[in-house]
């Protein structure tokens, strides 16, 4: 038990605190340079290039060779970093930043106002299929005012754009790499200003990365100043949790990510081992999207059965022993825009879920016990990306569909699919559920992106429902605090009222290291570890 409530502290503390936590830990030794240290990772990047990457688990990788113009700090507040400062025009359309004058890309090209236009310009540009282009949707073009001056103009006021600057998915690579086309392989062609160099990628294996002796422009954030102190780190893809742990503790790599719940008690309170709990839920929680424009959830009493038809805190607690919450919201609870309201108001409904199936025509079950309608099974595909499958999530999802199976008859068919499938669903608006965590951004931004009219999941899915998307259209312009606020808490409690969404549970990030690994923390504005750009060696 000592070990249990030590966790829950430590999962308890934000951002900073945590970082904060980790430093006094090291007030004995003072950070030094030089050293290397290998760090195992879950899921392999499936593109290095945050435009053009969807993947969380890719965006720290990124952190380490890109930087921003603006940093996020703990508290939602934006700190400098390869801008000195910003304004914003009285209505709203216009964001001028004033740029440092001593960057240069890792490939010798010079960072000023024209290569940020060309970042921006080539990311909203439709036939660069770059991701980011969803924070881009109100941007009309960038002008350089001067050579280290740069404006944006937008079409119409954006209460999240500044989030969305702050966003490595906007980070800035070098106008010439840009300019030789697809940059998901990584390695040295993916020139950014980030503390390292990206040097190699070998594919299923390893990416290696080499300290920028020049670095010089750490975000207003920072723990420290001038280049990292490590001289070089590499990420191992090792995505089998057995093999992670080993791999710790037998001193082939230094830091891993992912530590499964059973494997907690080998590092937390250990004399060699240091355990770190990222934010729980900081950004979005693991949420059941549900496409509800599709048969047969396109019946509103068919989702809430699904919504009620479990209880997700006992799948939950077994699956990672009480390390994480369920969650209540598509926004996570450690966000400031989450709806306490919602706790308790909803789900684990079994007799309710019955009722509703029976009312809708579900009366008849198949020989395997599923119910029936017409000759057809009750059955919602629940298409899993292979390549963002991590954390035991497909043992929870597994877990809830045995639930159902049993206590009403639908039968919840999880399929691991590729890439390529899921890309082809979501083209066509086909997806049925897809099971995600949402990139870090504003809550607004985060709530287009997964129920936004043209947001990642329902820009090609027809007639999308017009008032939870008129809501988030609201919310996305709105300057007011306040009015925000009202808007986002409506929407969560819409989207779960309308069982578009069946919000799981907040994700925590666990990292575990040898003890003399020191200066790992985790990043706002990534809700995951941050960069190993202040993190050194105790003895180096």
């Known amino acids: 038990m000592r070990k249990f409530v030590s966790l829950l502290a430590?999962?308890?503390?934000?951002?900073?605190?945590?970082?904060?936590?980790?430093?006094?830990?090291?007030?004995?030794?003072?950070?030094?340079?030089?050293?290397?240290?290998?760090?195992?990772?879950?899921?392999?990047?499936?593109?290095?290039?945050?435009?053009?990457?969807?993947?969380?688990?890719?965006?720290?990788?990124?952190?380490?060779?890109?930087?921003s113009l603006v940093g996020k700090r703990a508290d939602g507040s934006f700190a400098p970093w390869l801008a000195t400062q910003w304004s914003i025009a009285p209505d709203g359309l216009t964001y001028t930043f004033t740029l440092r004058e001593d960057v240069a890309f890792h490939d010798g090209e010079t960072f000023d106002a024209a290569a940020v236009k060309a970042n921006y310009d080539f990311v909203k540009k439709p036939e660069n299929a770059a991701t980011a282009a969803s924070l881009l949707e109100n941007f009309t073009g960038a002008e350089v005012v001067a050579p280290h001056v740069v404006r944006f103009t937008l079409s119409r006021p954006d209460s999240t754009f500044l989030e969305s600057v702050s966003n490595v998915k906007l980070g800035l690579i070098s106008p010439k790499a840009l300019a030789k086309g697809d940059l998901c392989g990584g390695g040295p062609a993916l020139a950014g200003t980030g503390p390292f160099v990206f040097e190699r990628y070998v594919r299923g294996q390893s990416a290696t990365f080499v300290r920028n002796k020049a670095y010089a422009w750490a975000p207003g954030y920072a723990a420290h100043h001038g280049p990292a102190y490590l001289d070089r780190f590499t990420f191992r893809f090792l995505p089998e949790y057995a093999v992670r742990t080993g791999a710790l503790t037998s001193g082939q790599v230094d830091v891993i990510e992912g530590?499964?719940?059973?494997?907690?008690?080998?590092?937390?309170?250990?004399?060699?081992?240091?355990?770190?709990?990222?934010?729980?839920?900081?950004?979005?929680?693991?949420?059941?999207?549900?496409?509800?424009?599709?048969?047969?959830a396109d019946d509103v009493r068919v989702r809430r059965a699904l919504r009620d038809g479990f209880d997700p805190e006992p799948i939950v607690r077994q699956v990672y022993l009480g390390h994480v919450p369920r969650a209540w919201s598509i926004i996570g609870p450690a966000n400031p825009a989450y709806n306490k309201a919602l706790v308790g108001a909803w789900g684990n409904d079994i007799a309710g879920a019955n009722r509703l199936l029976d009312e809708a025509g579900w009366t008849t079950r198949d020989a395997e016990g599923f119910r029936t309608k017409d000759g057809r099974r009750l059955r919602i595909d629940v298409g899993y990306p292979q390549p963002y499958v991590r954390d035991n999530r497909e043992i929870l999802i597994q877990g809830i569909q045995a639930a159902l199976r049993k206590n009403i008859g639908l039968d919840l068919n999880l399929r691991i699919v590729t890439a390529g499938e899921y890309a082809k669903g979501n083209a066509t608006g086909t997806w049925a559920i897809y099971p995600n965590t949402d990139n870090p951004s504003d809550p607004a931004r985060e709530l287009w992106d997964m129920l936004g009219s043209k947001g990642f999941l329902y820009t090609n899915v027809p007639h999308p429902d017009p008032e939870i998307t008129g809501l988030i259209d609201?919310?996305?312009?709105?300057?007011?605090?306040?009015?925000?606020?009202?808007?986002?808490?409506?929407?969560?409690?819409?989207?779960?009222?309308?069982?578009?969404?069946?919000?799981?549970?907040?994700?925590?990030?666990?990292?575990?290291?040898?003890?003399?690994?020191?200066?790992?923390s985790f990043e706002a504005g990534l809700d995951s570890p941050s960069s190993a750009y202040d993190v050194w060696l105790e003895g180096a």
């Open 10 to 67: 430590l999962a308890a503390l934000s951002t900073a605190g945590l970082a904060d936590a980790v430093r006094a830990r090291s007030d004995a030794a003072q950070p030094r340079p030089g050293g290397s240290i290998t760090w195992g990772v879950t899921t392999e990047p499936s593109c290095f290039d945050p435009h053009r990457s969807s993947q969380q688990a890719a965006f720290f990788v990124a952190r380490n060779y890109i930087d």
């Open 474 to 520: 609201e919310a996305l312009q709105a300057t007011d605090p306040t009015r925000k606020r009202a808007l986002t808490d409506r929407i969560q409690a819409l989207g779960v009222e309308k069982a578009f969404i069946v919000p799981l549970f907040a994700p925590s990030w666990f990292l575990a290291a040898k003890k003399r690994v020191r200066g790992l």
């Open 259 to 296: 530590v499964q719940a059973t494997d907690v008690s080998l590092f937390a309170d250990q004399p060699d081992f240091t355990l770190l709990v990222g934010p729980s839920g900081a950004s979005t929680s693991f949420t059941f999207n549900i496409n509800y424009t599709r048969w047969p």
